[in-house]
């Protein structure tokens, strides 16, 4: 077993989180879930069996990833068993459901249940009606959660949890709190989040407000990622993506190709094409037509770089499959399939980590509009954090570029982890 070494925030957890409800919440890294590795079999292990365990998470995968494997990991196999396919594992030897907390129909296994502990982690992730149909089934006399979450919004239903009369204990945390972390891992973490809202959420741990511009940084010097035409083409660029955004009734089609260099060290934006629809109406041939068009611009501007994917919006499946036909067709070598969809939250850390760690690059003389349109994309809401999209600003262009890499989003953006504490 690992060595039992706890900061002073995390003892202060151990002995004074007894309430029914005890969270902590606060920066990336500052040592929130590595104390529940310990807390967990504590707890379980005081059930009674009046109630059921249950561990809820985002998705079932990542409440794997962050919590049933770094237990396992301490307590060995037999004693964190894998879920089963009715959503159970048992840890410690007691039965365990395991659920993912984002959509409220994933929980139906559990409603009408009694409840006897819970752990929760990325609370602020759950959809709302999960977290409250739990409130009805902690109703044993000895119920209890304990539960980890990045701040959000102050508007956050969760924050108004926390800041209601209910019985709670909680702890927010800097990423200062952790003495265990690297002084260049907190160095970096914070380079990383610089200029956003989540550096006040992910470093300082506080609920803040998204307002504004979403990559600032971006839209006061876009020259600072620029390359020229003639720089780019002495690059070892080995593959290049090709993102289509299919617009609606009242917008329009976007085509952006996307440069990898070497071994997905950097990108770069290399051109881009717009298509705009008449009458309300998406043409079909109109699309391939243009698809075909801007394969012979990027053959001719970049004759060396092979296009090897074209990533389309996964909402239009028939004009996918027949930009697939067309593709092969005309003989050309790119895999066309899904866009990968990634929720708003990781999708702007992940641009604003491609900017502040100098892993985006941009001809901006070929793509005038993705510059327009990373400079202008903006929050829209004061109590969720989504993109404003009422057309006055060109998501279509922002989703095309983000579509021509998201596939490959876990070689560019991964959240930095340090396993120690």
């Given at each position: 077993?690992s060595?039992?070494?706890?900061?002073?925030?995390?003892?202060?957890?151990w002995?004074?989180?007894?309430k029914?409800?005890?969270?902590?919440?606060?920066?990336?890294?500052?040592?929130?879930t590595?104390?529940?590795?310990?807390?967990?079999?504590k707890?379980?292990?005081?059930?009674?069996?009046?109630?059921?365990?249950?561990?809820?998470?985002?998705?079932?995968?990542?409440?794997?990833?962050n919590?049933?494997?770094?237990?396992?990991?301490?307590?060995?196999d037999?004693a964190?068993s894998?879920?089963?396919?009715e959503?159970?594992?048992?840890?410690?030897?007691?039965?365990?459901y395991?659920?993912g907390?984002?959509k409220?129909?994933?929980?139906t296994?559990?409603?009408?249940?009694?409840?006897?502990?819970?752990?929760?982690?990325?609370?602020?992730?759950?959809?709302r009606?999960?977290?409250?149909?739990?409130?009805?089934?902690?109703?044993?006399?000895?119920?209890?959660?304990?539960?980890?979450?990045?701040?959000?919004g102050?508007?956050?239903?969760f924050?108004?949890?926390?800041?209601?009369?209910?019985?709670?204990?909680?702890?927010?945390?800097?990423?200062?709190?952790?003495?265990f972390?690297?002084?260049?891992?907190?160095?970096?973490?914070?380079?990383?989040?610089?200029?956003?809202?989540?550096?006040?959420r992910?470093?300082?741990?506080?609920?803040?407000?998204?307002?504004?511009?979403?990559?600032?940084?971006?839209?006061?010097?876009?020259?600072?990622?620029?390359?020229?035409?003639?720089?780019?083409?002495?690059?070892p660029?080995?593959?290049?993506?090709i993102?289509?955004?299919?617009?609606?009734?009242?917008?329009?089609?976007t085509?952006?190709?996307?440069?990898?260099?070497?071994?997905?060290?950097?990108?770069?934006?290399?051109?881009e094409?717009?298509?705009?629809?008449?009458?309300?109406?998406?043409?079909?041939?109109?699309?391939?037509?243009?698809?075909?068009?801007?394969?012979?611009?990027?053959?001719?501007?970049?004759?060396?770089?092979?296009v090897?994917?074209?990533?389309?919006?996964?909402?239009?499946?028939?004009?996918?499959n027949g930009?697939?036909?067309?593709?092969?067709q005309?003989?050309?070598g790119?895999?066309?399939?899904?866009?990968?969809?990634?929720?708003?939250?990781?999708?702007?850390?992940?641009?604003?980590?491609?900017?502040?760690?100098?892993?985006?690059?941009?001809?901006?003389?070929?793509?005038?509009?993705?510059?327009?349109?990373?400079?202008?994309?903006?929050?829209?809401?004061?109590?969720?954090?989504?993109?404003?999209?009422?057309?006055?600003?060109?998501?279509?262009?922002?989703?095309?570029?983000?579509y021509?890499?998201?596939?490959?989003?876990d070689?560019?953006y991964?959240?930095?982890?340090?396993?120690?504490?």
């Open positions: 077993m060595e039992f070494q706890l900061s002073t925030m995390q003892k202060e957890y002995n004074n989180a007894n029914r409800w005890n969270v902590k919440s606060g920066a990336t890294g500052s040592g929130k590595y104390l529940d590795f310990f807390l967990i079999p707890r379980i292990r005081a059930c009674t069996g009046q109630g059921l365990i249950v561990l809820l998470g985002n998705t079932k995968s990542t409440l794997s990833r919590v049933l494997d770094p237990l396992r990991g301490i307590y060995g037999r964190i894998n879920i089963n396919n959503n159970v594992a048992y840890l410690f030897g007691k039965k365990t395991c659920l907390a984002d409220v129909n994933q929980v296994k559990i409603q009408g249940a009694t409840i006897e502990y819970c752990y929760g982690d990325e609370v602020t992730t759950w959809h009606e999960v977290f409250e149909m739990l409130k009805s089934r902690m109703r044993c006399e000895n119920s209890i959660f304990d539960g980890t979450c990045n701040p959000d102050p508007k956050h239903w924050k108004e949890f926390l800041d209601s009369d209910a019985d709670i204990y909680q702890q927010k945390y800097t990423i200062e709190d952790n003495p972390l690297p002084a260049k891992f907190v160095e970096e973490l914070k380079k990383e989040y610089a200029g956003t809202v989540y550096y006040d992910f470093i300082k741990g506080n609920w803040t407000r998204a307002e504004g511009l979403l990559f600032p940084q971006f839209a006061n010097n876009p020259k600072r990622w620029d390359i020229s035409y003639e720089d780019v083409l002495e690059l660029v080995r593959n290049v993506f993102g289509l955004d299919i617009g609606g009734t009242k917008s329009h089609s085509f952006v190709a996307t440069g990898i260099v070497g071994n997905y060290q950097r990108q770069i934006r290399l051109a094409k717009m298509v705009k629809h008449s009458k309300g109406t998406v043409d079909p041939d109109r699309l391939y037509e243009a698809y075909n068009e801007f394969q012979q611009e990027l053959r001719v501007l970049y004759p060396a770089f092979p090897t994917h074209c990533f389309v919006d996964n909402e239009a499946q028939v004009i996918e930009l697939r036909s067309y593709s092969q005309k003989g050309y790119a895999v066309v399939a899904d866009c990968k969809k990634v929720e708003f939250t990781n999708r702007t850390l992940s641009y604003n980590y491609l900017f502040n760690t100098d892993k985006f690059m941009i001809v901006s003389s070929m793509c005038p509009n993705i510059v327009e349109s990373l400079s202008t994309m903006v929050y829209a809401d004061e109590k969720e954090d989504k993109l404003l999209d009422d057309y006055t600003t060109d998501v279509d262009t922002y989703d095309a570029d983000f021509s890499w998201s596939r490959y989003i070689y560019f991964m959240k930095a982890r340090y396993n120690g504490r």
